[in-house]
């Protein structure tokens, strides 16, 4: 006789993965949490409207995914804004990332092909295994090509003109923080991930910029703690 699932002892990351998945096994929810990312992670209500559901709905759903953590909310009554939980779903898919890659060594022993399987590995890894590069634009520049994507394609889920990324890669330009969240989308790296290599690309051109030493640096850490002690 099957052993019923409700007698086996399964694994808290397991539990807390299929509760993620269950709570977003809906396709208005899908819906509601992609508008969010695709407006750089902060919408209002009223945005959310767009989807193809009566608003009685829509707040009901919206209410469920505040309850169980995955929506933060911000502002006050009338004014509010809604953002996804950006740690949340960094670990999260880093536990599909883990699941699917043992699903994949899977697959390409049945097929017997030729070809090793890709390792999967969090989003960090991969971008601290690049080659030192002087500005972020050039870590565009590199990663895109690892990836295989044209500057056309990626300019396009950017929302910006060719030109105008052929310019950031080259560093003529900077690139504009609010576009960092289609980027991790484009990219498929962890948005604070990719936030964490932004920020230091900039800070470190600041620190040169100043013309100071990295003494700067530990004064700006100082003044940090002093910021979060107030």
Do not use: W
């Not at 590199?142 to 056309?152: A, E, F, G, V």
């Amino acid at each position: 006789m099957p052993l019923s699932y409700s007698y086996t002892n399964f694994d808290d990351n397991d539990k807390e993965l299929s509760n993620f998945a269950k709570a977003l096994a809906l396709p208005v929810r899908v819906a509601i949490i992609r508008i969010i990312i695709e407006h750089d992670n902060v919408v209002k209500r009223e945005m959310l409207y767009e989807i193809p559901f009566n608003i009685e709905t829509i707040n009901k759903h919206v209410a469920e995914l505040k309850n169980l953590g995955i929506l933060k909310v911000y502002g006050i009554k009338g004014n509010v804004n809604y953002s996804i939980d950006e740690s949340l779903f960094d670990q999260m898919a880093y536990r599909f990332s883990l699941l699917f890659k043992s699903a994949r060594h899977l697959f390409v022993q049945h097929i017997n092909t030729n070809y090793e399987a890709e390792e999967v590995m969090p989003a960090a890894n991969m971008t601290n295994e690049m080659a030192p590069l002087s500005h972020f634009g050039a870590f565009i520049d590199q990663y895109r090509n690892s990836l295989n994507i044209t500057q056309q394609v990626l300019a396009e889920k950017l929302g910006v003109e060719t030109a105008c990324l052929n310019q950031v890669e080259k560093g003529e330009i900077a690139f504009n923080p609010e576009k960092l969240m289609l980027l991790a989308n484009a990219f498929g790296i962890a948005p604070t991930v990719l936030k964490r290599e932004y920020y230091s690309y900039r800070i470190a051109e600041l620190v040169d910029e100043s013309g100071c030493n990295e003494s700067l640096l530990d004064s700006a850490k100082e003044k940090i703690h002093q910021i979060h002690a107030g």
